[in-house]
């Protein structure tokens, strides 16, 4: 039994499009830089910059790396690791004291 179901790979006009829209967020991200900046958003603008990087890489990753277009068992492996990697982190962050459960 095979999945016969495969979605086309973007076409060079979409693959510009999805620069143009990393792009933007780019500088949403830059100017969410300067406005905390100025405003001292504090964990508000942490939260929107962390959203707007988890947004990017879910992008860059489905698209420039194709693999939303592999199989489903290629795409949970990937996941696997990312959750990995993305707990470790956390758990660093926690141990140096930057994420702090009592804040």
Known sequence: MTD??????????????IAVG?????AIEVALFYINNAL????????ALLTLAFFKF??????YMHIRYE??????????????AFSLYG???IGLGVLAATR
């Open 22 to 26: 990393l792009a933007v967020l780019t």
């Open 58 to 63: 879910f992008v860059v990753v489905g698209w």
């Open 40 to 47: 001292g958003l504090g964990w508000i603008n942490t939260a």
């Open 71 to 84: 199989k489903a068992a290629v795409s949970r492996f990937f996941i696997f690791g990312f959750v990995l």
């Open 91 to 93: 758990v660093v962050l």
């Open 4 to 17: 016969e179901h495969h979605l086309s790979h973007p076409s060079p006009a979409q693959y510009v499009k």
